[in-house]
């Protein structure tokens, strides 16, 4: 059964604020309702039917130039409550305008069409009535079950209670929906408010913000010039975005593209994976795998239970607790600091310093006009940088150490130490196990060594310990130029000493058995019963070899 009633009255008009703006941009001459000035009249139009609609049938919506609001209700009646609202500089014209507006509701085979129909002269840009204007506005109780379909614009679509499919389509006012199914939502110069969807969910909007959240399945959002904000997705999550920050909280997995926007992902049970230029990321508690791609802007992630992947450049990158793989960093102009690292660390910039502590993995760094520094690595690592300084503390395996225009420092290595430098000092202590160094312009300190030692310098003095082995002794070279050596070396080890230099002086505070003469440029011998090789190689500088502490 169809009941229709119509009731024609006067009343004041609202605001229909950016119709009006955005008609002229479509070259409309019809303008939405505005505020009424001392020479208009105003009027009003109800309209209401309402129809039955069959099991299994959908609501078509095609309007413009007015709000629609749907809601879910029990039964199968599609409900239509429609005002007209018409303006015009007389009574008589506003009447006239406000009784040509039609609304037509059809029902087929697939189900029930509202459709609003303007006037001939809301098409034309010219015609008598310049300071018409006009809106209809909709209010829709329909079967909750039921899918939609809405084409609306200039004006606001409201959504609740509706669990059917949805396809809905909205320009130039917000698009706010409550409570539905599984859908389709796009809009254009205005927001997007989703809460609560029983099924997958794609949602698309041009300059608006977008908001979703409590979603079922999965969901995939696309957006130019505007922020997106989306929370508790039980599916995965695609994230496309162009000038608007992007924040995401508890999903499945997610996909997030943006630029001149900043991403923050937060609970993510497994994969992550974020593009973003021009804007910082900002990751925590990733169950999976985490891979990061940015430029001019700072990267931070923690809690991460897979392997982290990033590449970024002209910003900072700071990472802590990855407890489930390998930590990968590309950045050029940017320093990177990482903490609490389970897996392997391959970390690599320009122009900027780096920072390891806690890396139980194997650990490769390098960079060029930044400096180095690392602790607390127990299988050792490869330090390479140039035009900066390294710092390597508590390195639990080999390690390696190379640069130039900067010092070298370490201390308690528990394996061998590789150090190339060029005009930086090089300072090593507790090494357990051999030593060997390479330098220039700079001097050389190692102390408590307990490996082979060999130090080759140049215009650099080189003062070096040894410590008593757990048996035998340890070959010590060391050579240096324009400057001095001194060695310390245990009581009760025999070595092989052979010490040249010129321009300087030899001694020693340990017995030698010499071939030649304590105190000339020349000294062969052996110290104690002789074994392991001491040679000792300057020039214009001394030599002199003491007892170890």
Same mark, same amino acid.
């Given at each position: 059964?169809?009941?229709?009633?119509?009731?024609?009255?006067?009343?004041?008009?609202?605001?229909?604020?950016?119709?009006?703006?955005?008609?002229?941009?479509?070259?409309?001459?019809a303008k939405?309702?505005?505020?009424?000035?001392?020479a208009q009249?105003?009027?009003?139009?109800?309209?209401?039917?309402?129809?039955?609609?069959?099991?299994?049938?959908s609501?078509?919506?095609?309007?413009?130039?007015?709000?629609?609001?749907?809601?879910?209700?029990?039964?199968?009646?599609?409900?239509?409550?429609?005002?007209i609202?018409?303006?015009?500089?007389s009574?008589?014209?506003?009447?006239?305008?406000?009784?040509?507006?039609?609304?037509?509701?059809?029902?087929?085979?697939e189900?029930? $069409?509202?459709?609003?129909?303007?006037?001939?002269?809301?098409?034309?840009?010219f015609?008598?009535?310049?300071?018409?204007?006009?809106?209809?506005?909709?209010?829709?109780?329909?079967p909750?079950d039921a899918?939609?379909?809405v084409?609306?614009?200039?004006?606001?679509?409201?959504?609740?209670?509706?669990?059917?499919?949805?396809?809905?389509?909205?320009?130039?006012?917000?698009?706010?929906?409550?409570?539905?199914?599984?859908?389709?939502?796009?809009? &254009?110069?205005?927001?997007?408010?989703?809460t609560?969807?029983?099924?997958?969910?794609?949602?698309?909007? =041009?300059?608006?913000?977008?908001r979703?959240?409590?979603?079922?399945?999965?969901?995939?959002v696309?957006?130019?010039?505007?922020?997106?904000?989306t929370?508790?997705?039980?599916? &995965?999550v695609?994230?496309?975005?162009? =000038?608007?920050?992007?924040?995401?909280?508890?999903?499945?997995?997610?996909?997030?593209?943006?630029?001149?926007?900043?991403?923050?992902?937060?609970?993510?049970?497994?994969?992550?994976?974020?593009?973003?230029?021009?804007?910082?990321?900002?990751?925590?508690?990733v169950?999976?795998?985490?891979?990061?791609?940015?430029?001019?802007?700072?990267?931070?992630f923690?809690?991460?239970?897979?392997?982290?992947?990033?590449?970024?450049?002209?910003? $900072?990158?700071?990472?802590?607790?990855?407890?489930?793989?390998?930590?990968?960093?590309?950045d050029?102009?940017?320093?990177?600091e990482l903490?609490?690292?389970?897996?392997?660390?391959?970390?690599?910039?320009?122009?900027?310093?780096?920072?390891?502590r806690?890396?139980?993995?194997?650990?490769?760094?390098?960079?060029?006009f930044?400096?180095?520094? &690392?602790?607390?690595?127990?299988?050792?690592?490869?330090?390479?940088?140039?035009?900066?300084?390294i710092?390597?503390?508590?390195?639990?395996?080999d390690?390696?150490?190379?640069?130039?225009f900067?010092?070298?420092?370490?201390? $308690?290595i528990?394996?061998n130490?590789?150090?190339?430098?060029?005009?930086?000092?090089?300072?090593a202590?507790?090494?357990?196990?051999?030593?060997?160094?390479?330098?220039?312009?700079?001097?050389?300190?190692?102390?408590?060594?307990?490996?082979?030692?060999?130090?080759?310098?140049?215009?650099? &003095?080189?003062?070096?310990?040894a410590?008593?082995?757990?048996?035998?002794?340890?070959?010590?070279?060391?050579?240096?130029?324009?400057?001095?050596?001194?060695?310390?070396?245990?009581?009760?080890?025999?070595?092989?000493?052979?010490?040249?230099?010129?321009?300087?002086?030899?001694?020693?505070e340990?017995?030698v058995?010499?071939?030649?003469?304590?105190?000339?440029?020349?000294? =062969?011998?052996?110290?104690?019963?002789?074994g392991?090789?001491?040679?000792?190689?300057?020039? =214009?500088g001394?030599i002199?070899?003491?007892?170890?502490?």
């Open positions: 059964m169809i009941r229709n009633l119509s009731v024609f009255r006067r009343e004041p008009l609202r605001l229909a604020a950016v119709a009006g703006l955005l008609s002229q941009m479509l070259l409309f001459t939405p309702i505005t505020a009424a000035s001392p009249e105003q009027v009003s139009k109800d309209f209401q039917q309402t129809v039955t609609l069959g099991a299994g049938q609501v078509r919506v095609d309007h413009k130039f007015g709000s629609v609001r749907l809601h879910g209700e029990s039964g199968r009646d599609v409900k239509i409550s429609a005002t609202r018409a303006q015009a500089s009574r008589e014209e506003a009447e006239s305008f406000a009784q040509k507006i039609k609304i037509e509701v059809q029902q087929t085979g189900g029930v $069409r509202i459709k609003t129909i303007y006037p001939e002269e809301e098409k034309k840009w015609h008598s009535s310049k300071n018409s204007s006009w809106s209809v506005s909709y209010d829709i109780g329909m909750s899918p939609i379909t084409r609306n614009s200039f004006g606001s679509v409201d959504v609740a209670g509706i669990h059917g499919a949805a396809d809905v389509e909205n320009g130039y006012g917000t698009l706010t929906a409550r409570d539905t199914g599984a859908g389709r939502w796009n809009n &254009a110069f205005g927001s997007i408010d989703l609560g969807a029983g099924g997958n969910v794609s949602v698309s909007d =041009n300059n608006g913000s977008v979703v959240s409590d979603v079922k399945g999965t969901l995939e696309r957006n130019r010039f505007g922020s997106v904000t929370r508790s997705i039980q599916g &995965a695609t994230i496309t975005g162009g =000038n608007g920050a992007v924040a995401l909280t508890d999903a499945a997995s997610a996909n997030i593209t943006t630029s001149f926007g900043s991403v923050d992902a937060r609970n993510i049970r497994g994969d992550l994976s974020v593009r973003d230029n021009n804007g910082n990321v900002e990751i925590s508690n169950g999976g795998a985490t891979d990061i791609t940015d430029s001019f802007g700072n990267v931070s923690s809690d991460v239970h897979g392997r982290v992947n990033c590449t970024t450049n002209n910003g $900072r990158v700071k990472g802590s607790s990855v407890t489930g793989g390998s930590v990968t960093i590309r050029s102009f940017g320093n990177i903490d609490t690292i389970s897996g392997a660390v391959d970390a690599e910039t320009s122009n900027g310093r780096i920072t390891v806690d890396a139980r993995g194997s650990v490769t760094l390098k960079s060029s930044g400096a180095i520094e &690392a602790s607390n690595v127990p299988k050792g690592i490869r330090a390479i940088t140039g035009n900066g300084g710092t390597l503390t508590d390195i639990g395996g390690t390696f150490a190379k640069t130039s900067g010092s070298v420092s370490t201390e $308690r528990n394996g130490l590789t150090v190339e430098n060029s005009n930086g000092s090089v300072t202590r507790s090494v357990t196990g051999d030593a060997g160094v390479r330098t220039s312009f700079a001097g050389v300190t190692l102390e408590t060594v307990g490996g082979r030692i060999t130090v080759d310098n140049q215009n650099g &003095a080189i003062s070096v310990t410590v008593r082995p757990a048996s035998g002794c340890r070959d010590i070279s060391l050579k240096t130029s324009f400057s001095s050596i001194r060695v310390r070396v245990p009581e009760g080890l025999g070595y092989n000493l052979t010490a040249r230099t010129s321009f300087g002086r030899i001694s020693s340990l017995p058995t010499s071939t030649g003469s304590i105190g000339g440029d020349t000294l =062969n011998g052996t110290i104690g019963s002789g392991c090789q001491l040679q000792l190689t300057d020039s =214009n001394s002199e070899i003491a007892k170890a502490p």
